[in-house]
């Protein structure tokens, strides 16, 4: 077995004291000043050399130094940082401390701003992910994170449950689906039930077709192991406000009948990404004492081929009692979703639903492999998720909302949509969002819709959890 690495968050400077390697992490401003020269064991000379010698780019940049047998290393954050991005520069983060090496490590993160730590700090656990199967070394490395600001250290209240909370996120994206098949992530969920003391309710195979979910129930029931919809609550006492957190849980996407290519299919393993942070939110945010009802919904199935696969032309018929034709098996996840959304409407009645899906390739489109892209219901949410995001450090940007516009890209001659657009050119990701909110009750509540295709994968496709900060951060959402 691999190395397995535990990454621990503290507010005190001397547990990264004598770490075989530090990584100081930071923009310039905050590397060069009193506080942070005063905890880093390098000559002023050879400090400021190391900082002469770093100009960051548009990805920062890092160099390093020894002193004895430890090694320093200076990682220098980006200056540029537009007003869509975060000012924490954590996009920058995991590729900058992954320079650090595979040993014991402290991560000393000087931060321009207290508030940017939250943000930073996550970013951190991103480089330093649970899944891995390489043969070799089976040692278990320790990696500490310590955030100091202009005054000295910053409290780390919530950081721990918040950065494991990513990890489980990433390790499940990373795991392939002969391991986290539906069982073995209804499996998870339960261990997530007993760690938080939530309420768990599974409902699953032919229990899901018999109760009205044609979408989740057609898209996975001809996969080995069945669908399943699981319900996590948490419900303290005295609670005003009720969230539901959907997330779409497709263990691998083959495109079913309308089959992918050998050039799309390999990676679908994270298709999964929406539950995987809805579950690792659900974790962090009970842990770190949630004050409101949540519930977080998984989605799951696998899109598998075989003799009992949906065909296009079938029609379903949905949770919510309307009816989909059909017309691209590789359209699947907002099927499940728009089960997931109906069921938590009529079950919970929240005040705001969130979904949160790797949903359409058109966001990579739209957004990039940054930004999620966003679309909801409510201006205030959409005010309140941008800023939720520049403050976690997992940036999102709205999507055209225009229902009226969007409605036509589904209309069918049999049944009352479609499932996939007609004209793949025309707000492709907008239309893809609006076929799950049309599912939502006649007077629905509050309703943000999170497209995370493109910021859940890094650039060597490993799962980064993204989603778990930016749930964490929207909370029960604007009053």
Known sequence: MPTRTNLACSPDPLAVADTPTLVVVGRKAALESDGVRALVPVPAETWTAMLRRTEPAQTGASTESWVG????????????????????????????????????????????????????VLAVARAYPLYDH??????????????????????????????????????????????????AFVAE???????????????????????????????????????ALVAL??????????????????????????LKGKDHMPGMKGDMGGAAAVLGAFQAAVSRGVDHDLTAILCLAENSVGPDATRPDDVLEMF????????????????????????????????????????????????????????????????AAVAAGRRSGEVVHPLLFAPELHRQ????????????????????????????????????PAWLHIDIAGPAWDAQNRGTGFGVGLLLELGAGPE
């Open 69 to 120: 047998e430890r090694k320093v290393v200076l990682a220098v954050l980006p200056e540029a940082c537009s007003r869509h991005m975060s000012a924490s520069r954590a996009w920058a983060v995991p590729g900058l401390v992954k320079q650090g090496g595979k040993g014991d490590v402290g991560v000393l993160v000087a931060v321009s701003e207290p508030s940017h730590a939250f943000a930073t």
């Open 134 to 183: 390489r043969s070799g070394d089976t040692r278990t490395r320790a990696v500490t994170v310590v955030p100091v600001g202009p005054h000295g250290p910053v409290a780390v209240d919530g950081f721990q449950a918040a950065a494991d909370g990513v990890r489980l996120a990433a390790r499940l994206v990373d795991a392939p689906a002969s391991e986290l098949h539906t069982t």
């Open 189 to 227: 969920a339960r261990a997530v039930a007993l760690a938080t003391g939530a309420e768990l309710q599974v409902i699953s195979g032919e229990d899901l077709r018999d109760g009205g979910f044609g979408g989740l129930w057609g898209v996975g029931k001809a996969a080995t192991h069945g669908p």
């Open 233 to 258: 609550s948490h419900r303290p006492e005295g609670a005003t406000r009720s969230v539901a957190w959907v997330g779409k849980g497709i263990v691998y996407d083959t495109g079913g009948l309308s």
């Open 320 to 383: 919510s009692g309307k009816t989909v034709e059909v017309n691209n098996t590789d359209a699947e996840g907002r099927l499940v979703l728009a089960d997931g959304v109906a069921w938590a409407c009529k079950t919970l009645s929240p005040d705001l639903v969130i979904d949160v899906a790797t949903l359409t390739g058109a966001a990579l489109v739209t957004g990039g492999k940054v930004h999620a892209s966003i679309y909801t219901n409510s201006e205030r949410c959409e005010h």
């Open 409 to 444: 890209q589904f209309r069918s001659p049999v049944a009352d949509m479609k499932n996939s657009v007609k004209d793949r050119a025309n707000a492709q990701c907008s239309c893809a969002a609006w076929f799950v909110g049309a599912h939502l009750p006649d007077d629905p």
